[in-house]
């Protein structure tokens, strides 16, 4: 009888969990936001930022990408320091050619797998 119930919390947790995944190898897949934001003009906020933030060093940005559907933005981007010994990257928020937010990135964000560039080497 106990043997029984195993089998059936396990077969009830599968089901459960097949439930919430996803058939295509978990890559989402997501419309691209209209009208990505000039570079260059959130590359000037995002310097604004890596000063309120204080960080030591030059400012490396990634690239835009289309943020993930939990984000109140259309666009994303990460910053970091180029002299800090712990990195710590900071997801930047974009809509309409601004930064509308930003904050300590988490795991869901991607930072950690991009590219950083110096604002410098940005393109325009």
Not at 80 to 108: C, G, H, K, T
């Amino acid at each position: 009888m106990l043997a029984r119930r195993h089998v059936l919390s396990m077969m009830l947790t599968t089901a459960t969990l097949a439930g919430c995944s996803t058939f295509d190898g978990g890559s989402a897949r997501f419309p691209l936001p209209p009208d990505p934001p000039d570079m260059a003009v959130v590359s000037k906020q995002a310097i604004g930022v890596f000063a309120t933030l204080k960080l030591p060093g030059s400012p490396e940005l990634t690239a835009l990408r289309p943020a993930h559907p939990s984000a109140l933005a259309d666009w994303m981007m990460c910053l970091r320091s180029d002299a800090d010994d712990i990195p710590r990257e900071y997801a930047l928020f974009v809509r309409n050619n601004a930064i509308v937010n930003y904050r300590l990135a988490v795991q869901l964000d991607g930072c950690a797998r991009e590219k950083f560039e110096s604002i410098a080497e940005q393109p325009r």
